[in-house]
Antibody
Framework: QVQLVESGGGVVQPGGSLRLSCAASGFTFSGYGMHWVRQAPGKGLEWVAFIRYDGGSKYYADSVKGRFTISRDNSKNTLYLQMSSLRAEDTAVYYC???????????WGQGTLVTVSS | QSALTQPASVSGSPGQSITISCTGTSSDVGGYNYVSWYQQHPGKAPKLMIYDVTNRPSGVSYRFSGSKSGNTASLTISGLQAEDEADYYCSSYTSSSTLVFGGGTKLAVL
């Protein structure tokens, strides 16, 4: 069965960096695009970024463009989100999701919490 | 990209039908047949309920259906059940090659 397990969340100071990982299993990871979607505490869902199956194309929300980088290692079945210049408003649960660019995702992980605070 | 507009809350009694709207623009909802709907229970990850406006993934109850007219998409849940009580989010592909979500709708089953 499809499994997506996020890791790497934690507490980081404003201006700091953090790298999230999403370990995938139960499907051919190299054949599918992947999303990062976040949810601030008590708030709604916000799309963050998408990467195509081969890493050849990447897409970002304006709110993170230039600060976040999505990448993948198909040999390790792992998706990444490198986050830098973090702000308080980046505090959220970050989910990875399998899908296509035109639709968020048919399978989601359980999320990892990122807290940006001094 | 502004969030799609959803009602903050809707409610219904068991057995009834409810509809949740999702309003965007011609650059997102109205321009593409790429609207999805998600159900999220408290503390859980979102679950895909409808994709490409009208399609139900395998395993999702037939009680859930989607439609679209112009810049507004809708999710209808028929035969409401207690377990349908959750938050619901729509999403749409946009002309900027991004995705945008709605603000979410809290469904109460009274």
């Amino acid at each position: 069965q499809v499994q997506l397990v996020e890791s790497g969340g934690g507490v980081v100071q404003p201006g700091g960096s953090l790298r999230l990982s999403c370990a995938a299993s139960g499907f051919t990871f190299s054949g599918y695009g992947m999303h990062w979607v976040r949810q601030a505490p008590g708030k709604g869902l916000e799309w963050v970024a998408f990467i195509r199956y081969d890493g050849g194309s990447k897409y970002y929300a304006d709110s993170v463009k230039g600060r976040f980088t999505i990448s993948r290692d198909n040999s390790k079945n792992t998706l990444y989100l490198q986050m830098s210049s973090l702000r308080a408003e980046d505090t959220a649960v970050y989910y990875c999701a399998k899908g296509v660019l035109e639709g968020a995702g048919d399978y989601w992980g359980q999320g990892t919490l990122v807290t940006v605070s001094s | 990209q502004s969030a799609l507009t959803q009602p903050a809350s809707v409610s219904g009694s068991p057995g009834q039908s409810i509809t949740i709207s999702c309003t965007g623009t011609s650059s997102d909802v109205g321009g593409y047949n790429y609207v999805s709907w998600y159900q999220q229970h408290p503390g859980k990850a979102p679950k895909l309920m409808i994709y490409d406006v009208t399609n139900r993934p395998s395993g999702v109850s037939y009680r859930f259906s989607g439609s679209k007219s112009g810049n507004t998409a809708s999710l209808t849940i028929s035969g409401l059940q207690a377990e349908d009580e959750a938050d619901y989010y729509c999403s749409s592909y946009t002309s900027s090659s991004t995705l945008v979500f709605g603000g979410g709708t809290k469904l109460a089953v009274l």
